[in-house]
């Protein structure tokens, strides 16, 4: 028997199941995210294959983590066409009978970093993916952090530079952190693609001049031990630089963060954080079902 996994993103779910003792991987497979019909045939192909122990599913969102809540366990408001008040956990849960963890994708991540990545170690870490969009997920004494629902990071107000004439991507803020730094903004900043600015320093100032103020509300407000930055848009190795630099600015000194490099730093599981983090909720869901 085997532990599974659900990576479910807006562009692309990745399933993976996990040997029980090593907890090595033992195959995986990616599917795009169509509708659910045609997704979750596609899962269920994959999963069908193994005698399953448990799963453990971060989905993109919002989703309803509430456990009184008459939708939990749903894709709630997501903008994602077809996938609004779509029941992902259920749909899993009643296909196999098996325990099922359910929490949003960047928790998930969150957690896989805490327990074998760039938190390891650590009583409390903060994971923020900058890529198409942007979300975050807080781990504070080894839980996951959520209240009536889960931390919708990217949503942030931030001061918008007075050089920034963009007014933003987000449909519902229109200064918010997703909105000025996700990867859609840069592109329509600058009408081209984010990898291919590479060079143009403006960008990549502009760019640390907005997460650099969210990464110091996140240490106010929740004072991690580390800050952990992944996604697309984090792929870019000048930018980190630009970010503690930043942040010094922003902190003024406020909050005492001298070693910023070891402070706010990149995923030590690059692009495994989420599926990881997956496979150690579904492992603990088994072991809460006894």
Not at 217 to 243: A, D
Request: one cysteine or more; a negative charge.
């Amino acid at each position: 028997m085997v532990y599974g996994a659900i990576e479910a993103g807006g562009t692309k779910f990745v399933c993976s199941v996990a040997n029980p003792d090593t907890f090595d991987i033992m195959d995986s497979v990616t599917i795009p995210t169509t509708t659910p019909p045609e997704t979750m045939k596609e899962v269920f192909a994959f999963f069908d294959q193994f005698s399953l122990r448990s799963i453990g599913i971060g989905s993109f969102g919002p989703i309803d983590v509430n456990t009184s809540s008459d939708t939990y366990g749903y894709i709630t408001s997501t903008p994602k066409p077809n996938w609004g008040n779509y029941p992902l956990r259920q749909d899993v849960a009643e296909r196999y009978n098996v325990p099922v963890a359910w929490t949003t994708d960047v928790n998930a991540a969150a957690y896989g970093e805490y327990h074998k990545g760039s938190g390891k170690g650590l009583n409390s870490c903060l994971y923020l993916t900058v890529g198409t969009g942007v979300g975050g997920g807080a781990i504070i004494d080894g839980r996951i952090l959520e209240g009536h629902g889960h931390p919708e990071m990217g949503h942030i107000m931030v001061q918008k530079h007075p050089d920034d004439k963009y007014e933003g991507a987000c449909p519902y803020h229109s200064n918010c952190l997703e909105g000025l730094a996700a990867g859609p903004a840069i592109e329509a900043r600058y009408g081209a693609k984010a990898q291919t600015l590479a060079d143009k320093e403006e960008v990549w100032r502009l760019e640390a001049h907005y997460l650099a103020q969210a990464l110091v509300s996140y240490t106010l407000v929740l004072r991690p031990e580390r800050i952990i930055l992944g996604g697309g848009v984090m792929q870019q190795p000048h930018l980190l630089p630009l970010i503690h630099e930043e942040f010094k600015t922003f902190m003024g000194g406020y909050v005492p963060t001298d070693d910023l490099e070891s402070y706010i730093v990149t995923p030590g599981l690059e692009g495994r954080s989420g599926i990881v983090g997956c496979l150690l909720l579904a492992k603990e869901a088994e072991a809460e079902s006894h």
